[in-house]
Structure formats: structure tokens, C-alpha cells
């Protein structure tokens, strides 16, 4: 119904930038909120950021000041821009969608996952 796709991720080092892209595409109605998470394996998936489909956005305490978010309602992307990278940073980096999707059932709300882009922050 809804592919995500992340890209963007790499190897940078410590103190750079990064951009990374959440596009979702498929048959929906409208997408609400868009989220960015972040896991190293072994570990609990951590939140990142949150984009609002009324403009709001959050942050995690870990990122706020350093990340931001950039959001293209037509194209149905979300940009998280990474900046003052740190190796704590590093981690694998997935995008969550919230979509009103078309169902048998009718419209249903709905989250989908992507697959997800790594993020590596060393020297």
C-alpha cells in the first residue's frame, strides 16, 4: 500500500553534516505524521524527530538543537538534516509514515515502516 524509502546515510565525521530523505509513495489518502527513529542493534529503537501534518515538529532531547526537519508535502518527503555529528550519532536510521490509506474495510490509518539508511560518524 505505502513504500517508504530512506536515503542519504553514510560514513561522516565527527563534527559534519548529513541529510537524510523519508519518501513515501503508494495509494493514500493523506499522510498525517512522519517520524524519523534510530537503532543500533541490540538496542531500543530511539525517537529522533517528528514531523506534523499541521506543521508541528519534535525532537529528541539527544538531537534537538543539533537536527532539523524539512518537510515537501507534494513530493511527500521529510528531510532530517544532521548537523555537528557525533559518534553517539551513529546508528541505522528509520522512517515511520502515518497514512490514511484505502482499505476494503474504508479509509484506515495506518503505519508503515522503511527499510532503512546507516549513519556512521567516525574518523
Known amino acids: 500500500q505505502v513504500e517508504v524509502v530512506e536515503s542519504g546515510g553514510g560514513l561522516v565525521q565527527p563534527g559534519g553534516s548529513l541529510r537524510l530523505t523519508c519518501k513515501a509513495s503508494g495509494n493514500v489518502f493523506a499522510l498525517y505524521d512522519i517520524g524519523w527513529y534510530r537503532q543500533v542493534r541490540g538496542e531500543q529503537r530511539e525517537f529522533v524527530a517528528i514531523?506534523?501534518?499541521?506543521?508541528?515538529?519534535k525532537f529528541g532531547a539527544s538531537v534537538k538543537g543539533r537536527f532539523t526537519l524539512s518537510r515537501d508535502h507534494d513530493k511527500k518527503t521529510l528531510d532530517l538534516e544532521m548537523h555537528n555529528l557525533d559518534p553517539e550519532d551513529t546508528s541505522s536510521y528509520y522512517c515511520?509514515?502515518?497514512?490514511?490509506?484505502?482499505?476494503?474495510?474504508?479509509?484506515?490509518?495506518?503505519?508503515?515502516w522503511g527499510q532503512g539508511t546507516q549513519v556512521t560518524v567516525s574518523s
Open positions: 515511520n509514515v502515518q497514512a490514511l490509506v484505502p482499505t476494503l474495510s474504508g479509509p484506515k490509518m495506518m503505519g508503515f
Open positions: 514531523s506534523s501534518i499541521n506543521g508541528d515538529t
